[in-house]
């Protein structure tokens, strides 16, 4: 089945550490999507790509990086500059940039700072 | 830029009965996309309808369909004969022709069916 993978689906972390997020498609999409969610504010992006070795910030980068090496790949590092991490953080493609592609998501990861 | 308003933080409908989720946007592109998502508390986000500006005719899609006000710019969802596996959150996003790189969501509506 076709779809995207986010792993692990909860996840606890340190302070000070950093950690990563993972996310695989098999969508064959081109564009990959990462967004936080936090209780009352919807979904706030954090760095995108359209192509592989390719991305760009979104409104909330601080304290995150990406990799996009393949095109089924994009995962996430949140780092021990992102102040308040604990959040729902996830994972989209679509096909391409168009304004009638919907974005398809992973299953989401939940990251606890402890 | 971009914005997507969701005023309705928490819905309430009886089984069976229709419901119509806000959604008003505000942006500069001459041409966009208005999409809706449904998020259960697993998590995952799934797609429901999608409107383009320029389409005529309101979208549709099974028990779903999307009252497009353009002048307004409005895109409420109307979920028609709800069930209970209907309790979720839901959420506006758009995309713009110039903007499309991204997608723009709202805050999300909580929608609880009572039986």
């Known amino acids: 089945d076709g779809g995207i993978t986010q792993s692990p689906k909860y996840l606890f972390r340190k302070e000070g550490q950093n950690v990563t997020l993972s996310c695989e498609q098999n969508?064959?999409?081109?564009?990959m999507y990462w967004y936080r969610q936090d209780p009352g504010q919807g979904l706030r992006l954090i760095y995108y790509?359209?192509?592989?070795?390719?991305?760009q910030k979104g409104d909330i980068a601080e304290g995150y990086s990406v990799s996009r090496e393949k095109k089924e790949s994009f995962p996430l590092t949140v780092t021990s500059a992102q102040k308040n991490p604990t959040a729902f953080y996830l994972c989209a493609s679509s096909i391409g940039a168009g304004m009638n592609t919907e974005a398809f998501f992973g299953q989401g990861t939940r990251l606890t700072v402890v | 830029a971009q914005k997507i308003t969701q005023t309705q933080p928490g819905m309430f409908v009886q089984e069976k009965e229709a419901v119509t989720l806000d959604c008003t946007y505000d942006?500069?592109?001459?041409?966009?996309?208005l999409f809706w998502y449904k998020q259960p508390s697993s998590g995952e986000m799934i797609f429901l309808i999608y409107q383009g500006s320029y389409d005529e005719q309101n979208a549709t899609e099974g028990r779903y369909s999307l009252n497009f006000q353009k002048a307004r710019k409005s895109a409420n969802l109307v979920i028609s004969a709800s069930q209970l596996g209907d309790s979720a959150m839901y959420f506006c996003a758009m995309r713009g022709e110039w903007t499309g790189n991204q997608f723009y969501f709202g805050t999300g509506t909580s929608l609880t069916v009572i039986p």
């Open positions: 942006t500069s592109d001459q041409s966009y996309g």
């Open positions: 790509s359209q192509i592989v070795n390719d991305f």
């Open positions: 969508l064959n999409h081109d564009a």
